[in-house]
């Protein structure tokens, strides 16, 4: 018996892209019952991917209000959705949602505390970072020795945002939290750094502006001190302007051994160690030791279907998760804290997450 999760998706925009092929690979794992958004035909397209009956509401209150369902899939922007785990929880439903976990470290301690009163319900909050195969191999690759004591990290990130997908939705325009795209991105590379790294101990930054059609702020550049004592420099834009590469062109990039600017221009990472390097992309790591070069070539599964999978596991097994909400609540108070410490010019610790009664706020390191 496949006993499937009765499920309630909220939001018709993203979650057709990404949560609903998702959860239609994941077969009879999960009943699809209803779908809301606030535009009936959006709902009415996720919900004919489904085999029916399958609900359609634009009213949120009567969606959740829906009788038979056992967990809420909230893929809505940043605001609402706080608001919308909280009425979940509240009515006794498992939620999983799509990062960041609120748009503030604040807010997040307060969802954590209400769902810390029903410890019976599982909160999925969605980090494809946590599942990138890429982070796990260079992971493995210190943990091994390969490059002996990691020292020091480079990690750009280097996106021309405008030119996508993610810059046609008006709430990320005009953001009303914190941060920006700095926020909404950045827990993402937050992820994959306390993947790799452990956890970060302090950082400092500074945050620039160059376009003003990216409010508040576009660019970042940050050092971040590990508990384990490396330091890594943690850069990010949005504020490139888009370059087009045709498969031709890249071709001959790699054929003419001109591939490194390609590489460079979108971020290639790497990691030093007293022994060896480590340098990666998004399904590609090189291990180079003197003169010696190995090239891993990494294939990520659907990420997005293995979440899925991750968060059934807890609700219907009480396996451990993965992304659990305080997982998602260290990544914010990073970017809390890096946001913190480029206004304040001060070196800043960010929030200790530990069981949500003893949360401690971010604190200041005196100069």
């Known amino acids: 018996m496949s006993n499937p999760i009765s499920l309630l998706i909220l939001g018709a925009g993203f979650s057709r892209m990404a949560h609903a092929p998702a959860l239609q690979k994941l077969g009879l794992k999960f009943r699809v019952a209803g779908v809301f958004s606030r535009t009936r035909e959006k709902a009415q397209a996720v919900a004919s991917g489904f085999a029916g009956p399958v609900a359609v509401f634009t009213e949120l209150e009567q969606a959740l209000a829906m009788e038979g369902i056992e967990a809420v899939d909230v893929a809505l922007p940043i605001l609402p959705a706080s608001d919308t785990i909280a009425a979940a929880l509240g009515r006794g439903l498992h939620v999983f949602s799509e990062k960041p976990i609120a748009e503030s470290v604040e807010r997040a301690r307060a969802l954590l505390s209400l769902q810390a009163g029903r410890p019976g319900l599982v909160w999925y909050v969605a980090e494809n970072f946590r599942f990138w195969e890429t982070a796990w191999r260079v992971k493995e690759l210190i943990a091994s020795g ?25 709430w990320r325009r005009t953001p009303e939290y914190e ?41 970042l550049v940050a050092s971040l001190a590990f508990e384990s004592g490396l330091v890594a420099n943690y850069s990010v834009s949005y504020a490139l302007e888009q370059v087009r590469l ?87 108070a990073v970017i809390e804290a890096l946001l913190t410490a480029a206004r304040a010019r001060q070196v800043v610790r960010p929030t200790r997450v530990e069981p949500a009664s003893l949360l401690q706020p971010a604190t200041r390191t005196q100069s």
């Open 179 to 219: 941060g920006g795209f700095l926020l909404d991105g950045g827990v993402h590379d937050i992820a994959a750094l306390r993947l790799m790294l452990g956890e970060v101990a302090e950082v400092s930054a500074f945050v620039r502006s160059v376009d003003p059609e990216l409010p508040p702020a576009d660019t």
């Open 146 to 170: 390969e490059i002996g004591t990691p020292l020091l990290c480079h990690y750009p990130t280097l996106v021309p945002i405008k030119s996508s997908q993610w810059f046609q939705t008006g």
């Open 246 to 332: 045709s498969r031709w062109g890249v071709a001959r990039a790699v054929l003419s051994g001109a591939a490194r600017p390609i590489r460079d221009r979108f971020g290639r990472k790497h990691i030093v160690g007293t022994r060896g390097s480590i340098f990666f992309m998004q399904d590609r790591v090189e291990l180079v030791r003197g003169l010696k070069r190995t090239v891993f070539k990494v294939h990520s599964n659907d990420m997005m279907e293995q979440q899925f999978e991750d968060f059934r596991a807890g609700v219907r097994e009480g396996r451990p998760i993965r992304n659990s909400p305080q997982e998602a609540l260290r990544d914010l």
